[in-house]
Structures are given as structure tokens and as C-alpha cells.
């Protein structure tokens, strides 16, 4: 910390239990009382350097004739700014420093220590002290703000808290080197024994850190809430960019915000939650009121405050019982990002107080309203826009998908809670656009994890909840799981059922159009080739890739029909232990109709091959005909 001395002379005050007295020789005139202190002085060195010791000084004397007394009650800093005041008026040396420049400043200004009382007066001393010294320094200029929280309206009058708060933010928003530069020697940083960095020739204290664009985020991290706050809006006004200013919102919210991190070490007390590491311990009254100040101060734009931190500002919010709009705030910021976020940022546990679910369901469908009205606000997909195959893995729709992902696997994770009642699953699950769903398989695991958690569901309930399910959108993994799951509906199974027969026609027939397109360039080749060429070996060539169609076809056929028939054995399996003959009657009939389906299809593929066959060999003997 940089200093300044004052005065000459040795000193000449000595304390003796609650009294300073100045030893000159000549006996003292005048007591002035300073609170709890008196201090025995002399008349004329004070009358000669304050223009208010002058008039009181003078009153004094009038009244009383056995001495004078005077009562300073009122005197910022009490006795122990006094005991500076009464030593410059001696002119016996003291030291002027950040840390008490401000009382010193305020004292004289209330003493009126001016020009007109003597050149070289208090006031002018200090300010020039202040301007040339405090002003100049990053770290003289913090410490004499923080001296102002104990007298701010009274430096306020004066203006030296918007002076310091410029001065900081000026320093703030420029390289650190040019407002200190550390001294050099050989090409690094001269260091004192004990490692700190000598500034102009000055022990700081402070080690050698790296300039980046945070490097005052920890000291500015010390102000009071009320100077913090000037502080940041004297940085937004000279346009310092919005992530720098979250940066430093953030780390202030974790100094004195310790519910921000999971694994903080907080006070054994239940009544007080505090900032272990530094040292500072703000009562649950407090952190309210700092956390709904800060959420006033958080940008508004998207990502410049971690998705983490929100989350954790939302718990710290829902513990100490934050105004609505502050909870609301926070999951309206949220929902911005949602995409950004993590499954264990959702588990936020339910703080209320009838602790009806483990955690707060009703919180996270809200945080999913706030980001699918964003998503449509800023020209995400819509519904009726997706049916254009073009858009399928667009970039409009990867953040809404990611978060449909995110929705499913908290599903699953709130689902074995027997208190999660069906109408907040279900509205939860709902929630999320069909088109944000790629496959099912996630929401289908979710709702078999509820079921298996609240068998005691009737089975209409189970139907409708299982109803969002899209058996269309189901992997054949999660197919085959649904067909042989016992807890699904009857009518869910079948629906399985049904479409997994629906993909296998739609299967064979594109293998029978492929196989058609195939055939018919081959005819059309051959027909040119023997056109042109008229050769028996055309012909031949053209009966070899025929037949080796039809071998393919064969082979494609066989493997789809026992495909199906191990279908239907598990369908008979399911059906012994379903016990109905309504069931096996209904596999046997899908298994019959899959086979005899198969079976047309592969008669009517070969009787097809062959018509081919035998319209060549007619083709080639009318050729050998003609010819001979």
C-alpha cells in the first residue's frame, strides 16, 4: 500500500488508559472529547489549522473559566481519526494511506482544515494524496472504496466514491501493466524474498498472475453489494462486452452464494449458511436479498451465464423461500438454454414443504414451457413444417431434439418416485412435439420404468399413458422388448405387432421393385446388345443373370420367412402365458396371414422369373430361325 508522510516533528502524544496527552512542557489549555477518549491539547495549534476548533475554542473560553472543553460526538472515525487530526495540527508525523485517507479526508472537511487556516492544510493534503497516489493504483483504490461503506454519505458529498469507482473501472477495462508495472530485472518480474511482486519499487504483496480479461474478478469480489452494483453499471456504461460482466456477476454470486456449489463446506449452523473460504458469512436473510439483487444485474442474452450456475441459483432461490419473480426469473433464463443443460441439473430435489415428489417435476415442466415458446419465438421448427424430409437433422431442430433427449432420460429417472402422481408423468412426457423425437425408444423405456413402479394402475390408465408412444418410431430392439413386455396393454402390443408386420411388407416389396427396376435394364440391354451384335453368346449371358436373379430372390424370400416364422414362435410363447384363446387365436391368425402372404409373394416371384425365361428362349429360337 502506497504512503505518504506529514509533519516532522517526533511524536509527542502519549496514551495513558482512556486519555492522550501531548508532551511539549507547557502544560495543556484545552480537553477534547472523542467519544470514550479525551485528549489534553493546546489551544493554538488546533485553532490555527480548523476554522470549527476556532469557533468552538472560542465559545468554550467564553463559558467556562476554570478550562476548556469541547465535545466532538460527531467526528467520523471517533478517536482514532481525532488522534491523526490533533498530530498534523502539531505537525508531528503520520502516514496517510488508502486505508484511512477517506476518514482523514471527511475530518477535515468537517473541521474545515482549509487554506485559509494555514497552506499545506488537511484537506488540500489529502486530496492531493488522492489524486496523485490512491487514484493511480488499482489496489489503493479498491481498499479506500472499501473504507467508504462505513461513511458513504459522507463521500458521497465529497464525490470520492464515484472518483474510486471510475478509477476502477477504468483500470478494469484496460492492461493491468499500464497502471502498475511491475519492476524488472534480467527480463522477469523482481520479486521480494517472500514471492511477491515489487510494484515501482513497492512490496504489494500480490503475486505475479497472467493478465486475462477476469484478473479482477476476486478483488472486485470484495466490495459491498451496494458499491458492487455502481461498480458494474460504471462498467457497462463504457460498453465492456456483456460476458465479461456475467463472469464477474458469477463469481460474486459463488463468494457469498456457497448453495452454487454442491460440494461447498457450509457452517455447522442452520440459521446461517456461509462462504467458508472467504471467511465471509452472510445470514439466509442476506443471500436473499443479495441473490434477488443480482438477478436484476445477470444479462439478459443467451449463455453468458453457465446453465450450471442458473441451476444452482434456482436451488439457492427455492431454500430461502425468493420472491416469485425471482424463482420465475431464474427459470425463464434457463429455459433459454435448456439445450445446454444436464441430467443432473435437472434432479433438483422438492423443497416444499409437503414433500409430496423427490424432485420438483412441476419446476422442470415449467423450465420446458419457457424453452419451446423461445424455440418457436426464435424460428425453430414447427410442426407443420416438419413433414418436409429436408428439415429431418436440420440445425433448427438439433437443440429441441437434444432437449426431448434430456426430457426422456429425466423421465426415467423421476419414474420409480411412488408419490409422482399419472397426470404430472404424462403432462411432462407430453409436453415435448412429436417431431422433437427422432425414435421413441427413451419415452418407451420411461413409461415401462413407471409402470413396473406403480403396478397398481388400472389398465385404462396404463392404455392412455402408453398412447404417446409411437410404435412407429420404435427400434427393433425396443420392438422386440415391447412385444414380449407383460406390463404394456394388450392393445399396445398388438399395435407393435402390427407395425413391425407393416415394415416387413414394406421391406419385401422394395426388394421386389428393386429386383423389377433390375431385370427390366437388363431385358432393355440385351435387347440392344442383340440388336446390334445378334449373337447366340447375348443370349446366354442374359439366361445366366437371370437365373442368378431368381436365386437372389429365393434366398431374400427364405430369410423373410423365417424371420416371420421365428415371429410367431414368440408370439405363441406369449400367448401361453397370456392363457387366452382370444390371444393365441389372434398370433396364429398374423402368423398364417405373414406366411401365406410370404409364400404368394415368393410363387408369384418365381412364376415371374420364369415367364421371363421362357419369353427369352421363344426371343432366341425365332433369332436361330431367321438365320438359318
Same mark, same amino acid.
Given at each position: 500500500?502506497?504512503?505518504?508522510?506529514?509533519?516532522?516533528?517526533?511524536?509527542?502524544?502519549?496514551?495513558k488508559?482512556?486519555?492522550?496527552?501531548?508532551?511539549?512542557?507547557?502544560?495543556?489549555?484545552?480537553?477534547v472529547?472523542?467519544?470514550?477518549?479525551?485528549?489534553?491539547?493546546?489551544?493554538?495549534?488546533l485553532?490555527?489549522?480548523?476554522?470549527?476548533?476556532?469557533?468552538?475554542?472560542?465559545?468554550?473560553?467564553?463559558?467556562?473559566?476554570?478550562?476548556?472543553?469541547?465535545?466532538?460526538p460527531?467526528?467520523?472515525?471517533?478517536?482514532?481519526?481525532?488522534?491523526?487530526?490533533?498530530?498534523?495540527?502539531?505537525?508531528?508525523?503520520?502516514?496517510?494511506?488508502?486505508?484511512?485517507?477517506?476518514?482523514?479526508?471527511?475530518?477535515?472537511?468537517?473541521?474545515?482544515?482549509?487554506?485559509?487556516?494555514?497552506?499545506?492544510?488537511? &484537506?488540500?493534503?489529502?486530496? #492531493?494524496?488522492?489524486?496523485?497516489? &490512491?487514484?493511480q493504483?488499482?489496489?489503493?483504490?479498491?481498499?479506500?472504496?472499501?473504507?467508504?461503506n462505513?461513511?458513504?454519505?459522507?463521500?458521497?458529498?465529497?464525490?470520492?466514491?464515484?472518483?474510486?469507482?471510475?478509477?476502477?473501472?477504468?483500470?478494469?477495462?484496460?492492461?493491468?501493466? =499500464?497502471?502498475?508495472?511491475?519492476?524488472?530485472?534480467?527480463?522477469?518480474?523482481?520479486?521480494?524474498?517472500?514471492?511477491?511482486?515489487?510494484?515501482?519499487?513497492?512490496?504489494?504483496?500480490?503475486?505475479?498472475?497472467n493478465?486475462?480479461?477476469?484478473?479482477? *474478478?476476486?478483488?472486485?469480489?470484495?466490495?459491498?453489494?451496494?458499491?458492487?452494483?455502481?461498480?458494474?453499471s460504471?462498467?457497462?456504461?463504457?460498453?465492456?462486452?456483456?460476458?465479461?460482466?456475467?463472469?464477474?456477476?458469477?463469481?460474486?454470486?459463488?463468494? *457469498?452464494?456457497?448453495?452454487?456449489?454442491?460440494?461447498?463446506?457450509?457452517?455447522?449452523?442452520?440459521?446461517?449458511?456461509?462462504?467458508?473460504?472467504?471467511?465471509?458469512?452472510?445470514s439466509?436473510?442476506?443471500?436473499?436479498?443479495?441473490?434477488?439483487? =443480482?438477478?436484476?444485474?445477470?444479462?439478459?442474452?443467451?449463455?453468458l451465464?453457465?446453465?450450471?450456475?442458473?441451476?444452482?441459483l434456482?436451488?439457492?432461490?427455492?431454500?430461502?423461500?425468493?420472491?416469485?419473480?425471482? +424463482?420465475?426469473?431464474?427459470?425463464?433464463?434457463?429455459?433459454?438454454?435448456?439445450?445446454?443443460?444436464?441430467?443432473e441439473?435437472?434432479?433438483?430435489?422438492?423443497?416444499?414443504?409437503?414433500?409430496?415428489?423427490?424432485?420438483?417435476?412441476?419446476?422442470?415442466?415449467r423450465?420446458?414451457?419457457?424453452?419451446?415458446?423461445?424455440?418457436?419465438?426464435?424460428?425453430?421448427?414447427?410442426?407443420?413444417?416438419?413433414?418436409?424430409?429436408?428439415?429431418?437433422?436440420?440445425p433448427?431442430?438439433?437443440?429441441?431434439?437434444?432437449?426431448?433427449?434430456? +426430457?426422456?432420460?429425466?423421465?426415467?429417472e &423421476?419414474?420409480?418416485?411412488?408419490?409422482?402422481?399419472?397426470?404430472?408423468?404424462?403432462a #411432462?412426457?407430453?409436453?415435448?412435439?412429436?417431431?422433437?423425437?427422432?425414435?421413441?425408444?427413451?419415452? *418407451?423405456?420411461? +413409461?415401462?420404468?413407471?409402470?413396473?413402479?406403480?403396478?397398481?394402475?388400472?389398465?385404462?390408465?396404463?392404455?392412455?399413458?402408453?398412447?404417446?408412444?409411437?410404435?412407429?418410431?420404435?427400434?427393433?430392439?425396443?420392438?422386440?422388448?415391447?412385444?414380449?413386455?407383460?406390463?404394456?396393454?394388450?392393445?399396445?402390443?398388438?399395435?407393435?405387432?402390427?407395425?413391425?408386420q =407393416?415394415?416387413?411388407?414394406?421391406?419385401?416389396?422394395?426388394?421386389?421393385?428393386?429386383?423389377?427396376?433390375?431385370?427390366?435394364?437388363?431385358?432393355?440391354?440385351?435387347?440392344?446388345?442383340?440388336?446390334?451384335?445378334?449373337?447366340?453368346?447375348?443370349?446366354?449371358?442374359?439366361?445366366?443373370?437371370?437365373?442368378?436373379?431368381?436365386?437372389?430372390?429365393?434366398?431374400? &424370400?427364405?430369410?423373410?420367412?423365417?424371420?416371420?416364422?421365428?415371429?410367431?414362435?414368440?408370439?405363441?410363447?406369449?400367448?401361453?402365458?397370456?392363457?387366452?384363446?382370444?390371444?393365441?387365436?389372434?398370433?396364429?391368425?398374423?402368423?398364417?396371414?405373414?406366411?401365406?402372404?410370404?409364400?404368394?409373394?415368393?410363387?408369384?416371384?418365381?412364376?415371374?422369373?420364369?415367364?421371363?425365361?421362357?419369353?427369352?428362349?421363344?426371343?432366341?429360337?425365332?433369332?436361330?430361325?431367321?438365320?438359318?
Amino acid at each position: 500500500m502506497s504512503s505518504m508522510k506529514l509533519g516532522s516533528k517526533a511524536n509527542a502524544f502519549q496514551k495513558k488508559g482512556q486519555a492522550w496527552f501531548c508532551t511539549t512542557g507547557l502544560p495543556s489549555d484545552i480537553i477534547v472529547e472523542v467519544g470514550s477518549m479525551s485528549f489534553h491539547l493546546h489551544k493554538f495549534p488546533l485553532l490555527s489549522r480548523s476554522g470549527v476548533m476556532e469557533k468552538l475554542i472560542a465559545e468554550a473560553s467564553g463559558e467556562e473559566e476554570d478550562g476548556c472543553v469541547i465535545n466532538l460526538p460527531d467526528i467520523l472515525g471517533g478517536a482514532k481519526t481525532f488522534e491523526l487530526v490533533a498530530k498534523f495540527c502539531y505537525g508531528v508525523k503520520i502516514e496517510l494511506n488508502a486505508a484511512n485517507v477517506v476518514y482523514l479526508q471527511i475530518a477535515a472537511e468537517q473541521l474545515e482544515m482549509t487554506e485559509d487556516y494555514g497552506e499545506g492544510n488537511l &484537506v488540500s493534503q489529502t486530496e #492531493l494524496y488522492l489524486e496523485k497516489v &490512491v487514484l493511480q493504483n488499482w489496489q489503493d483504490s479498491l481498499r479506500a472504496l472499501q473504507e467508504c461503506n462505513g461513511v458513504l454519505p459522507h463521500a458521497e458529498v465529497l464525490s470520492t466514491t464515484t472518483r474510486l469507482i471510475e478509477s476502477l473501472a477504468l483500470k478494469a477495462s484496460m492492461d493491468p501493466s =499500464l497502471f502498475g508495472r511491475p519492476v524488472v530485472e534480467d527480463g522477469r518480474p523482481l520479486q521480494s524474498p517472500g514471492g511477491s511482486v515489487l510494484w515501482n519499487g513497492i512490496n504489494t504483496g500480490a503475486k505475479l498472475k497472467n493478465a486475462s480479461s477476469d484478473w479482477w *474478478y476476486e478483488d472486485i469480489s470484495n466490495l459491498s453489494l451496494p458499491l458492487y452494483k455502481r461498480f458494474i453499471s460504471a462498467m457497462e456504461s463504457r460498453g465492456i462486452k456483456q460476458e465479461i460482466i456475467g463472469g464477474s456477476l458469477t463469481s460474486y454470486a459463488k463468494k *457469498y452464494l456457497p448453495g452454487l456449489n454442491r460440494r461447498q463446506i457450509t457452517d455447522d449452523s442452520n440459521s446461517h449458511i456461509g462462504s467458508v473460504s472467504s471467511g465471509t458469512i452472510l445470514s439466509e436473510e442476506d443471500q436473499k436479498l443479495l441473490l434477488e439483487e =443480482l438477478d436484476h444485474l445477470f444479462p439478459t442474452q443467451k449463455g453468458l451465464i453457465s446453465t450450471k450456475i442458473l441451476f444452482g441459483l434456482l436451488r439457492t432461490a427455492m431454500i430461502l423461500r425468493a420472491r416469485p419473480t425471482c +424463482i420465475s426469473n431464474l427459470e425463464r433464463r434457463i429455459g433459454m438454454q435448456l439445450d445446454q443443460a444436464t441430467l443432473e441439473d435437472l434432479l433438483m430435489p422438492n423443497f416444499s414443504y409437503t414433500m409430496e415428489t423427490l424432485y420438483n417435476v412441476e419446476c422442470v415442466h415449467r423450465i420446458l414451457e419457457h424453452f419451446l415458446a423461445m424455440d418457436q419465438a426464435r424460428g425453430g421448427a414447427s410442426p407443420g413444417s416438419v413433414d418436409d424430409v429436408h428439415l429431418i437433422g436440420s440445425p433448427s431442430l438439433i437443440p429441441i431434439t437434444v432437449v426431448a433427449k434430456l +426430457i426422456d432420460g429425466y423421465l426415467a429417472e &423421476v419414474a420409480p418416485d411412488n408419490n409422482l402422481k399419472l397426470p404430472k408423468f404424462k403432462a #411432462l412426457a407430453a409436453a415435448v412435439p412429436d417431431y422433437a423425437r427422432p425414435l421413441d425408444d427413451g419415452l *418407451y423405456r420411461a +413409461i415401462d420404468i413407471y409402470l413396473k413402479a406403480h403396478s397398481w394402475l388400472a389398465d385404462a390408465d396404463k392404455e392412455e399413458l402408453c398412447m404417446l408412444i409411437d410404435c412407429q418410431k420404435l427400434s427393433l430392439e425396443a420392438c422386440t422388448h415391447a412385444a414380449l413386455n407383460e406390463r404394456l396393454p394388450l392393445r399396445i402390443i398388438v399395435q407393435v405387432l402390427f407395425f413391425e408386420q =407393416l415394415q416387413l411388407r414394406t421391406s419385401v416389396a422394395s426388394s421386389y421393385l428393386v429386383t423389377d427396376n433390375f431385370d427390366g435394364s437388363q431385358q432393355l440391354g440385351s435387347g440392344l446388345l442383340a440388336s446390334s451384335d445378334g449373337g447366340w453368346d447375348t443370349a446366354v449371358r442374359e439366361n445366366q443373370v437371370l437365373k442368378v436373379g431368381m436365386d437372389s430372390m429365393r434366398m431374400h &424370400v427364405s430369410e423373410l420367412e423365417k424371420e416371420c416364422s421365428n415371429m410367431r414362435h414368440q408370439i405363441e410363447r406369449l400367448s401361453m402365458g397370456k392363457g387366452t384363446s382370444t390371444w393365441g387365436s389372434l398370433s396364429k391368425k398374423l402368423g398364417l396371414k405373414m406366411k401365406s402372404q410370404m409364400c404368394s409373394a415368393e410363387e408369384g416371384a418365381i412364376s415371374k422369373q420364369k415367364h421371363k425365361v421362357d419369353k427369352t428362349k421363344d426371343r432366341h429360337a425365332k433369332y436361330n430361325k431367321t438365320n438359318h
